[in-house]
């Protein structure tokens, strides 16, 4: 039976009605839904994150340890505050992600669950030798140990004083780290400084070969004659005269006297004052680093030479301490270092100072400091040679003088180099630098060529390459010139530091190095003016 419709409606009409209310309600259902499955999505992230948040709080503690070897599949040997175990690994966990030297997580269960980080930190020890996948290391403390190499570190890489970070517990060395302060003040490298470099000072550099050379060219005629090389040689005088570059010369020439099998010789370049400290023995443990250091190195079979600058900042004459007797401590540490049981084969000690009057006597006594040279200051004649490792004929050069000297570029070069040492060394009265007064009331005037080093003739060569290049850049025709080089030579004589420091009779007695009567009074002269009136009489 049929729905009865309503009164006074037709069956179509009604049909339509009924298909808007169906829809209507379809619409509202819908919405409705889509707010159910809304809610429902923010119900289910919400008790996803306090599932996490659960778990985050009942999580069970894991312990970190560090991993010291994988004996076998499902295996590892782990060290846990100094206790070695050996644990399995989590089935989840990839063994072949593991290295030794990594920190691995364990659970409460003991199981190798994750794998962090190589650690980067530990105690600093330091490197003595390498044993394939083991090195022998000396700790802090003084003591030997024999410890594993992680993984990652790769043993060719490692020399003997690097500096290496160690979990002495799990005894394995983590990482290698930078370097030390004492290795700061080392630079274990053959220099690239040969005799050649150096001018002027030829009887100097043959008396230091004949020294130091024949040891180790002739090692044989040594031994016949039961005579073995100097331990020491000190270099003194006044500054900026090549004692340094000498010191290079010295590594360099005893690396070309060892062959070619060797790796070259190690220079270790020590800063006195950088080397003292304010800590009661530390200044004294750095020495002992230091040659320890040049005794591994040795023991390669390469020659070191070990350079002390400003040596009288270091070992000056015990007892002259102004606040402390530092040097007391420090004396006695250095000479039990060269004339202690531990021989020092292969390890040339090289002093330099100018003021080798406060070096304590017992350092320079022979057996110890055998060679003592002085590297005075250059004459005519070693100015010239200086002079000529600086100015080079292959340098730019001015055209006037090119066409001067028809163009023979060498020639031209040593016309300029002429000029410059006439202007150096001309005793005239523009180039007095100083008026000194004896003890016996004798004077004397001291000219530029008196205080001339070989510093100040690089710098003069300089200056006057600075000059030659501002003029290129603005349009001249540039190039190296005697006006040039004579103009660098009255600049730098007015602006040298070290007629300008010339103060006292002290300073006037050292730095001029006058080895004759003392000298009482100095008056300081204007240099390369001579209209300028003297300065007043210092005592």
């Known amino acids: 039976m049929s729905e009865p419709q309503p009164l006074g409606m037709p069956a179509r009409d009604f049909t339509s009605h009924q298909l808007r209310e169906a829809r209507a309600e379809a619409i509202s259902l819908s919405a409705k839904n889509e707010r159910l499955v809304t809610a429902l999505n923010a119900a289910r992230e919400r008790i996803a994150e306090l599932g996490t948040q659960l778990d985050a709080v009942t999580r069970p503690p894991v312990t970190l340890g560090l991993l010291t070897g994988l004996p076998g599949p499902g295996e590892a040997d782990v060290s846990l505050g100094g206790r070695h175990l050996r644990l399995g690994l989590h089935p989840e966990l990839d063994a072949a992600a593991l290295a030794v030297g990594q920190r691995v997580a364990v659970n409460d269960q003991m199981l ?64 290698r780290i930078q370097r030390t302060s004492i290795q700061q003040l080392v630079v274990a490298e053959t220099p690239d400084v040969s005799w050649a470099d150096i001018g002027g000072l030829g009887p ?54 060892a062959g070619a099998g060797t790796r070259g010789a190690a220079f270790l370049n020590i800063k006195g004052p950088e080397l003292l400290s304010k800590f009661v023995g530390e200044t004294e443990r750095q020495i002992r680093a230091i040659f320890d250091q040049a005794r591994k190195v040795a023991a390669e079979d390469r020659p070191v030479v070990i350079f002390f600058d400003e040596m009288e900042a270091l070992l000056r004459t015990r007892g ?88 023979d570029r060498e020639a031209a070069a040593e016309a300029m180099r002429r000029a410059a040492v006439a ?108 209209t300028a009136s003297p300065q007043q009489e210092t005592p």
């Open 112 to 175: 190798v669950v994750d794998a962090l980080p190589v650690p980067d930190t530990g105690e600093a020890v330091t490197l003595d030798e390498v044993l394939d996948d083991r090195a022998l290391v000396t700790t802090g403390g003084g003591a030997t140990r024999v410890v594993r190499l992680a993984d990652h570190l790769d043993p060719d890489s490692l020399r003997p004083g690097d500096a290496l970070a160690a979990d002495l517990r799990a005894d394995v060395v983590t990482a």
């Open 423 to 530: 202007a150096l060394y001309a005793r005239t009265p523009d180039h007095a630098v100083l008026e000194v007064t004896y003890a016996s009331g004798e004077r004397e005037t001291l000219y530029l060529c008196d205080v001339v080093s070989g510093a100040m003739l690089a710098a003069i060569v300089s200056r006057a390459k600075t000059t030659a290049i501002k003029d290129e850049l603005a349009g001249g025709r540039g190039g190296l010139s005697t006006r040039r080089l004579c103009d660098a030579v009255a600049v730098e004589s007015r602006q040298n530091e070290e007629i300008t420091s010339l103060t006292g009779p002290e300073a006037a007695s050292r730095i001029v190095g006058h080895r004759g009567e003392p000298i009482s009074f100095v008056r300081r002269l204007t240099t390369a003016a001579p």
């Open 204 to 257: 100097q550099i043959q008396q230091i070969r004949d020294a130091l050379e024949l040891p180790f060219t002739h090692p044989e005629l040594y031994r016949a004659y039961g005579l073995s090389a100097p331990k020491g040689m000190l270099l003194y005088g006044p500054p900026g005269c090549g004692k340094t570059l000498i010191a290079k010369a010295v590594a360099t020439s005893l690396a070309d006297s």
């Open 320 to 407: 002259t301490g102004v606040s402390s007797d530092v040097e007391n401590m420090i004396v006695p540490q250095v000479l039990s270092e060269i004339d202690g049981v531990e021989s020092l084969h292969n390890v040339v000690v090289i002093g330099a100072s100018n003021r080798e009057d406060m070096i304590d006597p017992a350092i320079l006594r022979p057996g110890r400091f055998d060679l003592k040279i002085r590297i005075d200051r250059p004459d005519a004649a070693g100015a010239a040679e200086i002079l000529a490792k600086h100015l080079r004929a292959d340098l730019p050069l001015d055209p006037e003088e090119l066409a001067a000297a028809g163009g």
